[in-house]
């Protein structure tokens, strides 16, 4: 049996800690912005590609949009159910793996939001299966909304001085980072408590992207305008230019 990947075990029994996070509490203004790129237009189908707790699948259905969330955690997708169901919200949440998606121009937009997924595998060939799994999953003319890491951030600040300054109240925290130049990977010890009480310990690690390695990998799976901003927490906007000041970026691509 193959040995569980960093990002396996850490969102395994953490779905319900998961959700008081800091970094989890922009839904709303992130939802205000997905809304307005799509004119408002419920009659879009909306894939959420790695949707954890289902926190923007869920506000979006309540704002009457039709949304399908996939994941790679059974933890994480319960409680997205578990939340769907408590509100009455008719929302479809499926176990898959973004480098291996069923689907075939079957949706109008895509979103993946919080690294979901995206630079969190093991290899770039395998973080780029990802992005090509989405395209395939939209139809022509379909847009892509996503965050990633911003690869210029680690350039000119201290990764781990930016995860403690913005985390001291979280259950998980990060420490020991390591970026590494030759491979725009951050690695770090990712401590933290699950929902039962366990004490977990993670050696993990995550790609930076600078923003004409996006473009280019978009741009050669059939995604023609691409747009980069600063992606700023709960307050997603195109005013903001994306700077060495900012740890994520924002991407907006429509396809071909």
Request: hydrophobic share 35%; aromatic share 12%; charged share 30%.
């Amino acid at each position: 049996m193959n040995k569980k990947q960093w990002y396996e075990s850490l969102f395994e029994g953490y779905g319900q800690t998961y959700d008081s996070e800091s970094f989890t509490q922009g839904t709303i203004g992130e939802c205000d912005f997905i809304e307005q790129e799509l004119n408002f237009n419920k009659s879009l189908k909306i894939l959420d590609v790695g949707c954890g707790t289902g926190r923007h699948s869920v506000e979006l259905t309540r704002r009457g949009y039709k949304i399908t969330g996939i994941d790679l955690s059974e933890s994480m997708l319960q409680t997205a159910r578990d939340k769907a169901k408590s509100e009455n919200l008719d929302i479809e949440f499926k176990k898959h793996d973004a480098r291996n998606l069923p689907f075939d121009k079957d949706y109008d937009v895509a979103i993946m939001l919080c690294e979901a997924g995206f630079p969190l595998m093991e290899t770039d060939e395998m973080n780029f299966e990802i992005l090509k799994n989405v395209s395939r999953s939209l139809k022509d003319k379909a847009k892509f909304i996503f965050t990633t890491l911003n690869g210029l951030f680690p350039l000119y600040h201290s990764v781990e001085k930016f995860m403690t300054d913005n985390s001291m109240n979280d259950n998980a925290t990060y420490r020991s980072n390591s970026f590494d130049l030759m491979t725009f990977r951050d690695h770090n010890v990712t401590e933290f408590t699950d929902d039962f009480g366990n004490k977990k310990t993670l050696d993990c690690n995550e790609r930076y992207y600078v923003p004409s390695e996006i473009t280019w990998l978009l741009n050669s799976i059939g995604f023609y305008k691409i747009e980069i901003f600063g992606a700023r927490l709960g307050a997603f906007t195109r005013k903001n230019r994306l700077t060495t000041e900012d740890f994520e970026m924002l991407v907006i691509a429509e396809k071909g």
